[in-house]
T-cell receptor
Framework: GEEVAQTPKHLVRGEGQKAKLYCAPIKGHSYVFWYQQVLKNEFKFLISFQNENVFDETGMPKERFSAKCLPNSPCSLEIQATKLEDSAVYFC?????????????FGQGTRLTVV | AQSVTQLGSHVSVSEGALVLLRCNYSSSVPPYLFWYVQYPNQGLQLLLKYTSAATLVKGINGFEAEFKKSETSFHLTKPSAHMSDAAEYFCALNGEGRRALTFGSGTRLQVQP
């Protein structure tokens, strides 16, 4: 597709429940990034993929967060046993990455509310 | 480690007035810098990017930014604000081989009639 598609748009989970978010990158883009935007508007990098391989996972809380990008499937970000502090908007971005000046294209985000 | 600082979390201007949003960066390698805009309940849209080809970069919607290495700055300007410019603006940095962007904390621009 011509845009990064994220589903669902909104997700509400009770504390301790699992949350799974999906991202379809732009066709032909080899890099996928996940960011978390919390109430103060700061974007926190979580993880990036080069095709189906993890490229950089330095931002991932390892205990409860996991992510995958499998061939011919949307990428996913899963949070096991959600906590109130996980409430945020999660953005996915993709890029072709031909150099450090390559722009990333962002999806509309998934707003996760943990109650 | 690289970082981005945006001075002023809120900026308010009158319609027709100059817009100046400040961004300073820290990087151990030559930086690649971006300005993104976020409208309410939307994702990020690229306004412009610095690629080392020219220090003055023109973007969409009449915005431009000037890269000043001596001041480690990449401030965003627009000569005349429109009501439609009201949004959140993020300065971001790429470099040091991470591929992912490092964002500033954002500046909310309000445009008064």
């Amino acid at each position: 597709g011509e845009e990064v598609a994220q589903t669902p748009k909104h997700l509400v989970r009770g504390e301790g429940q699992k949350a799974k978010l999906y991202c379809a990158p732009i066709k032909g883009h080899s890099y996928v990034f996940w960011y978390q935007q919390v109430l103060k508007n700061e974007f926190k990098f979580l993880i990036s993929f080069q095709n189906e391989n993890v490229f950089d996972e330095t931002g991932m809380p390892k205990e409860r967060f996991s992510a995958k990008c499998l061939p011919n499937s949307p990428c996913s970000l899963e949070i096991q046993a959600t906590k109130l502090e996980d409430s945020a908007v999660y953005f996915c971005a993709s890029s072709q990455f031909t150099g450090e000046n390559t722009e990333a294209f962002f999806g509309q985000g998934t707003r996760l509310t943990v109650v | 480690a690289q970082s981005v600082t945006q001075l002023g979390s809120h900026v308010s201007v009158s319609e027709g007035a100059l817009v100046l949003l400040r961004c300073n960066y820290s990087s151990s390698v030559p930086p690649y810098l971006f300005w993104y805009v976020q409208y309410p309940n939307q994702g990020l849209q690229l306004l412009l990017k610095y690629t080392s080809a020219a220090t003055l970069v023109k973007g969409i919607n009449g915005f431009e930014a000037e890269f000043k290495k001596s001041e480690t700055s990449f401030h965003l300007t627009k000569p005349s604000a429109h009501m439609s410019d009201a949004a959140e603006y993020f300065c971001a940095l790429n470099g040091e081989g991470r591929r992912a962007l490092t964002f500033g904390s954002g500046t909310r621009l309000q445009v008064q009639p």
